[in-house]
């Protein structure tokens, strides 16, 4: 498969390229940007080439990988599929609910296949873990925390503007979502509060299955206090998610491979762009519920 990267801001440069570059089954046959010096240099650092016009690259490759922020990679996205490319894409899907449903319509027209890059459903442990909770199904509660220290250490994604506009729940809200809905459900209702330092929110998600969960997001915790945790409560007792002992690159060739599969079978994937945009759909609900919140 010939795959074209889009994007090539720090995330493109720290996983994308290096797991593209380094896939066996893949054929890297160049990088497109916002910044054309920028791609260039991405490019040759990985023995591709850069594109100045995305419709040339394009119609150069099977699929593309989308490293941008989600309202540019919902939009490309579109003109991708329409261009009968298969998509790795981030999360968030994208930024609107409309831009998410767009991107789905144009996959479900077009036929070509979707893999949403959500990190912990692609490392082994992590993944091992969800389809065993899931198989076990009898939860009562679950309590999910997600604290980043970007604005607050040396992140590199601290000037990222998307994420200084959305906060903890459209970055890291994603990745919680994706550990607890396959294993509690779908969620048909959710309330929201923003209380704490930064960009801290503090979300109740109630389950179709009866389950509850409460998650805890935040860009803004101290470098010392970061992490991810998901504890499960049930007839089980207790269990926590585990920690993957692969790092993100590897869990980027993963999905890879997940495309590669859908690809191939034509049968969707778990996080295909559907399942992403049902994440959407709930992280814009709960959005709706912190514009309501008087704090």
Known sequence: MRIGLLGTGPWARMVHAPALSGHGELDFAGVWGRRTAAAKDLAERHGTHAYDDLDALLAEVDAVAVALPPHVQADLAVRAARAHCHLLLDKPLAATV??????????????????????????????????????????????????????????????????????????????????????????????????????????VLDHVGGASSTLTLSLTAPPAAAGATVELRGEAGVTLLPESSEDAVAAYGRATDALLAAARTGRPHPCDAAFGLRVTEILAAAEAELARDPD
């Open 98 to 203: 409309e831009q998410g449903r767009a991107v789905v319509g144009a996959v479900r027209e077009t036929g070509v296949a979707s893999v949403v890059f959500f990190t912990a459903r692609f490392q082994p442990e992590p993944e091992a873990w969800i389809a065993e909770q899931a198989a076990w199904g009898d939860w009562f509660t679950a309590r999910a925390q997600w604290l980043g220290a970007v604005f607050t250490g040396d992140s590199p994604f601290a000037a990222s503007p998307w994420r200084r506009e959305k906060g903890a729940l459209w970055d890291v809200g994603p990745h919680a979502l994706s550990v607890l809905l396959p294993v509690l459900g779908d969620v048909q209702r959710v309330t929201a509060a923003a209380y704490g330092p930064g960009d801290t929110v503090h979300a």
